[in-house]
């Protein structure tokens, strides 16, 4: 929540520096714009701002395209005020005397894309689609499973209607002492699930954190992916991540679900390793 910690640090700070490197995103969704601080309301007491993002993550950039915002016209006049040539020196002296001229056009292109009403569109989209991807994995997959609450309101998460799950946020939100997550030591309303990251669990670890007697582990289900064209962001024991962008459509998402489903039979089948990872095989 971007307004907490205004109000918490603020009034020490000239500055606070938002390293919002995994998103960018969030003034376009309605149910993330508390963690903006773009999006914040700021008076003269209250910190500048700069926010740097990692455009090539999920938004319109090459790899390496990145950008740094500068919120501060409510402390304009004041002594700690930085001024565009001197925040743009410090700037260029830390930056390279031969720029790579395709990362900024990359901006330009961003910024145009999001420009007005459309970035709110391309994002309102996005959120969408990875709720139909939650909802084709909770239907048609067994082992793998989206990183969701089961239930909502006593109601199946998945039994929701597609536009009222993109715009509220209680439906990917960390509940204290909740059994489908299993997280400690934090406060109600803190932490939610980014809905435009589609965490996947295999399985082998229990609700409670214990281990199941049987487990996948995720980097099988990520080679296999690899070995069928789908790079997934990254993978951890039993969990694994897909970062979802305006480019993805319901085709793309059809055709994860019918490789995870695909690799589910593998497993049931108890199939041979060279059928299932044979680049893996062969270099072993």
């Known amino acids: ?27 376009f969704i309605p149910m993330m714009k508390d963690c903006s601080p773009l999006l914040l309301d700021l008076k003269p007491e209250d910190a500048g701002v700069i926010v740097t993002q990692s ?37 260029m002296m830390h930056a390279s005397t031969s720029p790579f001229y395709a990362l900024f056009s990359a901006l330009d292109v961003n910024a145009k894309i999001h420009d007005g009403e459309a970035g709110l569109r391309l994002w309102r989209d996005a959120v969408k689609t990875g709720i139909e991807a939650r909802k084709e994995i909770l239907k048609s997959c067994e082992l793998i499973r989206p990183f969701i609450p089961d239930q909502v309101d006593g109601q199946p998460w998945g039994s929701y209607d597609t536009d009222l799950i993109a715009t509220n946020k209680k439906f990917f939100m960390f509940e204290p002492d909740a059994s489908w997550h299993k997280f400690e030591g934090y406060g109600e309303g803190q932490y939610f699930v980014d809905p435009c990251k589609l965490l996947l669990t295999t399985a082998g670890i229990a609700e409670d954190g214990s281990y199941a007697d049987f487990g996948i582990p995720a980097t099988l289900l990520a080679n296999f992916l690899r070995e069928n064209g789908i790079i997934p962001e990254k993978c951890d024991l039993n969990s694994i991540l897909f970062l979802l962008t305006p480019a993805e459509d319901m085709g793309k998402i059809r055709h994860l679900v019918a490789q995870i489903n695909r690799f589910e039979k593998f497993i049931r089948d108890d199939a041979p390793l060279n059928i299932v990872l044979p680049r893996v095989y062969e270099a072993n």
């Open 1 to 27: 929540n971007a307004r907490y910690v205004m109000d918490k640090i603020g009034h020490l700070c000239d500055y606070i520096l938002f390293d919002s490197a995994w998103v960018g995103y969030e003034q």
């Open 55 to 91: 455009v090539h993550k999920q938004q319109a950039g090459f790899s390496q395209t990145s950008q740094i915002h500068k919120k501060d016209h409510h402390i304009k006049g004041q002594a700690r005020y930085c001024n565009h040539k001197r925040f743009n020196n410090a700037f």
